[in-house]
C-alpha cells in the first residue's frame, strides 16, 4: 500500500508514520504501507532530511514558481501520480488544495489537523482551545473535501486541558497524540478496514 506524504515543515508526523512503516532507525513494520515519496514546498522543511534519511523520494516544487494555485496543483498531481499512490497524506502541508486536486485525489487523501474537528478549523488552534475555555483539545484525522478542515473525520484522540496549560504545551501533547493516531488510520486504510466511498465512511464493512 503506497503513501505519498505532502509536507511543509518539521514532518514529525511524517517521522512517526516512516516509522510505523519499518522505514525509521527500527525496520520492524507496523502497518502495511509503505512511504514511496514526499513531496514539499518549502526546500528548507526539516521533513526532506527524514525523508531522505530513510531512503524515500523526494520532490521539492515551490508554490511560488507558480502564478496561480491551479498550476501549483496541476505540477503537483504530476509529481505525485508518478509515484502511483494508494493514498496521499497531509503532514503539515501549508497550502489550501484547489478544489480540483481534491476530487483528483477524492477518497485518497487525509489530513491531521490540531483540534477536535468541528471546532477550531484553520490556525492558531491551541491558543483557541484555550480562549474558548475548552476543558477538552487534540487532534483529528480526516478524509479531505474542498471545505478546509471540514471533510469526514475518521478518528480523533481527546485530551483533558489542565489548568495550567499553554499553547505551547498542549502542542506538545497534541503532537504525541498526533504522532499514534496517524500512522494508525494509515494502517486501516492499508488494510482495507477503512474506506471512503462518496457520501459513506465505512469501517469493516459498516457505516460509520
Ligand atoms: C501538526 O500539528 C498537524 O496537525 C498540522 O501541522 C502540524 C505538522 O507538524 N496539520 P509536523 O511537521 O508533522 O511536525
Redo the contacts with the bound molecule.
Keep these: 500500500y503506497r503513501a505519498v506524504v505532502l ?10 508514520l516512516l516509522d510505523a512503516c519499518g522505514q525509521g532507525a527500527d525496520h520492524s513494520k507496523r502497518i502495511g504501507a509503505s512511504v514511496v515519496g514526499v513531496l514539499s514546498n518549502r526546500a528548507d522543511a ?2 526532506l532530511s527524514r525523508a531522505a534519511r530513510a531512503g524515500v523520494a523526494t520532490e521539492v516544487l515551490s508554490h511560488r514558481d507558480f502564478s496561480d494555485r491551479e498550476g501549483f496543483d496541476a505540477a503537483m498531481i504530476e509529481r505525485i501520480d508518478a509515484w502511483a499512490p494508494d493514498v496521499v497524506v ?5 497550502r489550501i488544495l484547489t478544489p480540483a486536486f481534491v476530487a483528483h485525489y477524492q477518497g485518497r487523501l487525509i ?4 483540534s477536535l474537528l468541528p471546532k477550531h478549523k484553520g490556525l492558531n488552534t491551541h491558543q483557541r482551545a484555550l480562549d474558548a475555555g475548552d476543558s477538552e483539545h487534540g ?1 483529528s484525522v480526516h478524509f479531505v473535501t474542498p471545505e478546509l478542515d471540514g471533510g469526514p473525520v475518521i478518528a480523533q484522540h481527546r485530551l483533558s486541558v489542565h489548568q495550567q496549560d499553554s499553547a505551547e504545551s498542549l ?1 506538545a501533547r ?2 504525541q497524540a ?1 504522532h499514534q493516531l496517524y500512522p494508525r488510520v494509515l494502517g486501516w486504510l492499508a488494510s482495507g478496514r477503512l474506506q471512503w466511498q462518496p457520501e459513506a465512511l465505512l469501517f469493516d464493512g459498516r457505516a460509520l
Design positions: 509536507v511543509s515543515g518539521t514532518g514529525s508526523n511524517l517521522q512517526a526539516l521533513a497531509l503532514a503539515g502541508f501549508m489530513n491531521i489537523h490540531p487532534c502542542a497534541v503532537h498526533e
